[in-house]
């Protein structure tokens, strides 16, 4: 099953595993493993966690959760600064969520590299000037 958001519409035939080609893993968490993959229909590099489940039943509930999450920060949170989502699959067992690759890593990967918290004007988004008034 593939949620709205994709990269582009795949072949009917074809499953997640055929739309994707996975590289290498990049992160761990306790809900799952995340992938560096490209997408096989026109190269674009994705995140994809792999979320493994009990049964089947259980993929569908995650699943519909996650769909719900997705429209609301879709709904709340267009911007350049935050991952996009591409598109969900659900398999036999594990739930893929497709994202944005993030090049730089977590914040988490940049402080630990830093070895310090990032400070306020590496956090702060730039913020737009405000409008010049019109004269009267």
Not at 92 to 113: F, H, K, P
């Amino acid at each position: 099953m593939v949620w709205p958001g994709h990269l582009a519409a795949p072949p009917a035939d074809a499953s997640a595993h055929d739309q994707y080609t996975f590289l290498r893993e990049i992160g761990r968490g306790a809900y799952g493993r995340v992938f560096h993959a490209t997408c096989t229909e026109d190269g674009a590099s994705v995140a994809i966690k792999v979320i493994p489940t009990d049964s089947d039943a259980e993929v569908v509930t995650l699943a519909a959760q996650v769909c719900r999450e997705v429209e609301s920060l879709r709904r709340a949170c267009e911007s350049e600064h935050v991952l996009r989502y591409l598109a969900s699959h659900v398999l036999e067992n594990e739930l893929w969520i497709v994202t944005e690759l993030c090049e730089a890593g977590s914040l988490l990967d940049i402080m630990r590299s830093k070895k310090a918290p990032l400070d306020e004007p590496q956090v702060r988004l730039p913020t737009p000037p405000p409008a010049a008034s019109a004269p009267r």
